[in-house]
């Protein structure tokens, strides 16, 4: 069985643009989570999507936005990148809310 | 709301030694406990969790853990460790009423030396 694929793998981006990421969750999962993962902040939590509906969200600006679509695949949107948006952006999708997590590999997002 | 602590940035071990990773926490209910492996350039992968039952949980690659509810704590620990165990090491948790969001810790280097 595939795993989550996330893409593409590494991204370079200049600062102001935009930039979407993509999630394929593994087949049957319907909840898909987004982190951020900087060296400085560690791990956290973006948002979370369940049969299309956010149901909830981090402590992150406006700029980052998500959206899930039928067949459970995800994207992550970041607008005006910031230098500071530089990281590893992790996806992770699960069959139920309170099983085990399966992590993608990430995306490498560089904003120069 | 929930937090996790680890205390060590950094844990180097000779192969073959034992090995225990710290990891407390905090939270207003009760939760899911979770360790995860993150090898270079690679996502999470899960070696154990707690959900309910036994506190003493055994995971993959030989690791296991302790759900100690009144320290709040979920140790790690493998009594032999091999080169290959060198990685990143982060301890998460879930609030049971928000078992989607997981809260990781800071992060453990696992440092295993020949």
């Known amino acids: 069985k595939a795993g989550v694929t996330q893409t593409p793998r590494y991204l370079i981006k200049t600062r102001g643009q935009q930039v979407t990421l993509s999630c394929s969750p593994i087949?049957?999962?319907?909840?898909v989570s987004w982190y951020q993962q900087t060296p400085g902040q560690g791990l956290q939590f973006l948002f979370e999507?369940?049969?299309?509906?956010?149901?909830n969200k981090g402590n992150f600006p406006g700029r980052f936005s998500g959206r899930q679509f039928s067949n459970s695949r995800s994207e992550m949107n970041v607008s005006t990148l910031e230098l500071g948006d530089s990281a590893l952006y992790l996806c992770?999708?699960?069959?139920?809310?309170?099983?085990?997590?399966?992590f993608g590999q990430g995306t490498r997002l560089t904003v120069v | 709301a929930q937090s996790v602590t680890q205390l060590d940035s950094q844990v180097p071990v000779f192969e073959e030694a034992p090995v225990e990773l710290r990891c407390n926490y905090s939270?207003?209910?009760?939760?899911?406990l979770f360790w995860y492996v993150q090898y270079p350039n690679q996502g999470l992968q899960l070696l154990l969790k707690?959900?309910?039952?036994?506190?003493l949980v055994k995971g993959i690659n030989g690791f296991e853990a302790e759900f100690n509810k009144s320290q709040t704590s979920f140790h790690l620990r493998k009594p032999s460790v091999h080169i290959s165990d060198t990685a990143e090491y982060f301890c998460?948790?879930?609030?049971?009423?928000?078992?989607?969001?997981?809260?990781f810790g800071s992060g453990t280097r696992l440092l295993v030396r020949p």
């Open positions: 992770a999708s699960s069959l139920v809310s309170d099983s085990e997590a399966f």
């Open positions: 087949s049957g999962h319907r909840s």
């Open positions: 999507y369940f049969s299309e509906t956010q149901r």
């Open positions: 939270s207003s209910v009760s939760v899911y």
């Open positions: 707690y959900l309910s039952g036994s506190t």
């Open positions: 998460a948790v879930s609030g049971m009423d928000s078992s989607y969001k997981l809260i």
